[in-house]
């Protein structure tokens, strides 16, 4: 049974740096891609992050780019979303998610192509 369990959440000053994990079961990292998504209230999720399947490549928004580090621990079967210089835009429900094994190598940040989805983390960027 394929499971993702987010922790790391909360509430972060602006400029501030929150780390969030992603514990999956069920597959290994190497042979699935992983995903960072966000969504508030009345918008449509947004895709923050991806890390590839194999070698591990990785993916950007644009709104996030050089703020936001994804990474992955292989023996942990753990991905990690490392924000920083955090404004109030980037308030939200973060959500991991991982594609099927017989995705490929791929990145994406559309979140049709991801099957297994977490529960979510809210956070909240605040003074």
């Known amino acids: 049974q394929v499971q993702l369990v987010e922790s790391g959440g909360g509430l972060v000053q602006p400029g501030g740096s929150l780390r969030l994990s992603c514990a999956v079961t069920?597959?290994?990292?190497?042979?699935?891609?992983v995903g960072w998504f966000r969504q508030v209230p009345g918008k449509e999720r947004e895709g923050v992050s991806c890390?590839?399947?194999?070698?591990?490549?990785?993916y950007y928004g644009d709104s996030v780019e050089g703020r936001f580090f994804i990474s992955r621990d292989i023996a942990k079967n753990t991905v990690y979303l490392q924000m920083d210089s955090l404004k109030p835009t980037d308030t939200a429900v973060y959500y991991c998610?991982?594609?099927?094994?017989?995705?490929?190598?791929?990145?994406?940040?559309?979140?049709?192509?991801?099957?297994?989805w977490g529960q979510g983390a809210q956070v909240t960027v605040s003074s």
């Open positions: 998610a991982a594609t099927g094994p017989l995705y490929g190598d791929g990145l994406s940040l559309n979140p049709e192509h991801f099957d297994y």
């Open positions: 890390i590839s399947s194999g070698i591990g490549r990785v």
């Open positions: 069920g597959f290994g990292l190497v042979d699935i891609a």
